[in-house]
């Protein structure tokens, strides 16, 4: 009965955060689905850690006592040619990442790799992202990962008529989803700024 009165605090929340701006679900057990139309993983981004923050502040009342819950959340963005099952499948891998990563934390899956949620602080009264969100401090300097699908390709296709060989390296920090957890966001964007510094 404690746990029925979990799930419909949980559901209470969802549907007051998402109102119309997306579809709250009952997914199975104790897990939920919030479907967003139309809104790119960035923009869902900010949302979940601003839901996930308010489940964890409010309280559940059962039989005279009070206590808290945490919530962690996956998230996926649907790619081309990609069924709605491997979808569904990335947002759970994402969500068993942020559980084994210590809970009450987002994780997302961007089609490759799954990363933890970190959003900035720019935001406006209701939790809503602002309509020109910063990069981390972190990545100033760098293209970003459209900036750099379009670059490749562009390369690519030159290669292919002809031009210029090209040669990619992918550099991946170890242990850095280990570092986020234990060490916090301060140490980890410290880890990123230190090899952004290097690479350049």
């Given at each position: 009965v404690a746990g029925d009165c979990v799930l419909r605090y949980v559901a209470r929340t969802l549907a007051r955060k998402t109102r119309k701006r997306g579809l709250a679900c009952r997914y199975g057990g104790e897990e939920f689905g919030v479907i967003f139309p139309g809104e790119t993983l960035e923009q869902c981004m900010e949302w979940a850690e601003t839901t996930?923050?308010?489940?964890?502040?409010?309280?559940?009342?059962?039989?005279?006592?009070?206590?808290?819950?945490?919530?962690?959340?996956?998230?996926?963005?649907?790619?081309?040619?990609e069924s709605y099952e491997t979808l569904v499948t990335r947002a759970d891998d994402a969500?068993?990442?942020?559980?084994?990563?210590?809970?009450?934390?987002?994780?997302?899956?961007?089609?490759?790799l799954i990363h933890p949620v970190i959003v900035s602080n720019n935001s406006d009264s209701?939790?809503?992202?602002?309509?020109?969100?910063?990069?981390?401090?972190?990545?100033?300097?760098?293209?970003?990962?459209?900036?750099?699908?379009?670059?490749?390709?562009?390369?690519?296709?030159?290669?292919?008529?002809?031009?210029?060989?090209?040669?990619l390296i992918v550099i991946k920090i170890d242990d850095w989803m280990e570092i986020l957890p234990s060490r916090g966001p301060e140490t980890a964007e410290l880890v990123l700024r230190a090899t952004v510094q290097f690479l350049h």
């Open positions: 996930r923050a308010a489940i964890s502040q409010g309280e559940v009342e059962f039989q005279g006592q009070v206590f808290r819950v945490t919530a962690s959340a996956g998230l996926a963005q649907i790619r081309m040619t969500l068993y990442q942020a559980k084994q990563a210590g809970r009450d934390r987002s994780y997302r899956h961007d089609g490759n209701r939790g809503e992202p602002s309509e020109t969100p910063s990069e981390p401090e972190a990545f100033s300097g760098l293209s970003s990962a459209i900036a750099f699908k379009d670059d490749i390709r562009r390369r690519v296709a030159e290669w292919k008529r002809g031009g210029p060989t090209v040669s």
